[in-house]
């Protein structure tokens, strides 16, 4: 590695610490970190490659954002609390005000959520961000895509499909304010760490939805060997997606974009119905809307109903090949 390079780590990529189980951050092959007695190892990665998982005018503070946020949603999915990240990011040139900017908005999110930077790697070429985040959570409250039960209830956090409705304004420079908060839902996803860390003790199996709640429920009752019944009138939607349908959609909702596009970073979760009441004060107690879209049933296939009939929709979540 150049000493450009290592300008650019110490530079941009080099944060005080202040978690004390942190032995050694940077400037040595590997880091060290100590894991508490008793406590579960998560760990977890995402890349974010320009033009694939963001257009190429992403601000350098939303890929910042976006970059730690999509890892902390896969934490939170599994009630864990984040500890440490790593870094390893491909630059094409060094433009120091976009690093700046990237690196300001990082600190930012260490800093909100304690966490600790421990290392990365940093090479030349297309604009590439890829995180890796590590996790705690204790053996007994992991929430796992394997444990949902026929006869459970299915819930969803915050609203669907904004996200793909904010990529649509982006792409096509729809400029309308009522469109604004999907936009910033596409670019500043809020994972619900906090919530999850708690849900954990009501829910044994959640996900959260980066490619669309078909594909991602799909998942879950693939690995749990049961089916899924939804009822689309449960679906939560935002002002801003029901402004969208009814101006842009001739006032019908496109539940392609809102079941199969993706890049929501809500939860999913599945939980035993006598647990009702404390999922939501839970809800409330986070401010958060907590949506019940249906239940986990004796099939092999996530099923849509509208009006009590049942829905053909083939299209599951997207693919990269
Ligand atoms: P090595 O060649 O031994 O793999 P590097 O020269 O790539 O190490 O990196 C030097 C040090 O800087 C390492 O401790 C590494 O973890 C850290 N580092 C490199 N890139 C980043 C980055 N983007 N963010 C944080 N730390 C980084
Ligand atoms: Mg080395």
């Not at 998560?42 to 890892?71: Q, R």
């Not at 984040?82 to 690093?99: C, F, G, M, Q």
């Not at 990082?106 to 290392?119: D, P, R, T």
């Not at 249906?294 to 109903?305: I, K, M, P, R, S």
Request: proline content about 3%.
């Amino acid at each position: 590695m150049s000493d450009s390079e290592f300008d650019i780590i110490k530079k941009y990529f080099s944060f005080k610490n202040v978690r004390d189980d942190v032995n050694l951050a940077g400037g040595d092959d590997c880091a060290i970190v100590t894991v508490p007695e008793g406590k579960q190892l998560l760990v977890t990665s995402d890349t974010l490659i320009e033009g694939v998982h963001f257009p190429s005018n992403t601000s350098a503070e939303d890929i910042a954002y976006k970059a730690i946020m999509v890892n902390l949603s896969d934490l939170a999915a599994m009630g864990a609390t984040p500890a440490w990240l790593s870094l390893a990011i491909t630059l094409p040139d060094v433009n120091e005000s976009w690093l700046l900017d990237f690196s300001k908005q990082l600190k930012a999110v260490i800093s909100e959520f304690n966490l600790c930077l421990i290392g990365g790697d940093t090479t030349k070429g297309p604009l590439s961000i890829t995180i890796q985040a590590l996790g705690l959570s204790d053996a007994d409250t992991i929430m796992r895509r394997d444990k949902a039960e026929p006869g459970d209830k299915i819930f969803v956090t915050g609203e669907l499909g904004d996200a793909a409705i904010g990529l649509e304004a982006v792409l096509n420079n729809i400029e309308n304010e009522s469109l604004q908060p999907c936009i910033e839902k596409l670019n500043r996803p809020l994972a619900r760490v906090k919530f999850a860390e708690e849900l954990s003790l009501y829910s044994k199996c959640a996900i959260d939805i980066s490619d669309g709640l078909v594909s991602d429920l799909g998942h879950i009752i693939k690995a749990s060997h049961c089916g899924a019944a939804v009822n689309l009138s449960d679906i939560p939607l935002s002002s801003g997606a029901l402004y969208y349908f009814e101006h842009y959609n001739e006032n019908k909702v496109d539940w392609s974009k809102v079941l199969t596009q993706g890049d929501d970073y809500e939860l999913c979760f599945v939980a035993n119905k006598i647990h009702q009441k404390e999922i939501d004060a839970l809800a409330k107690k986070h401010q958060l809307r907590v949506s019940c879209i249906g239940e986990t049933t004796n099939t092999d296939t996530v099923a849509l109903f509208e009006n009590g009939q049942k829905i053909d929709f083939e299209r599951t979540g997207f693919k990269h090949f």
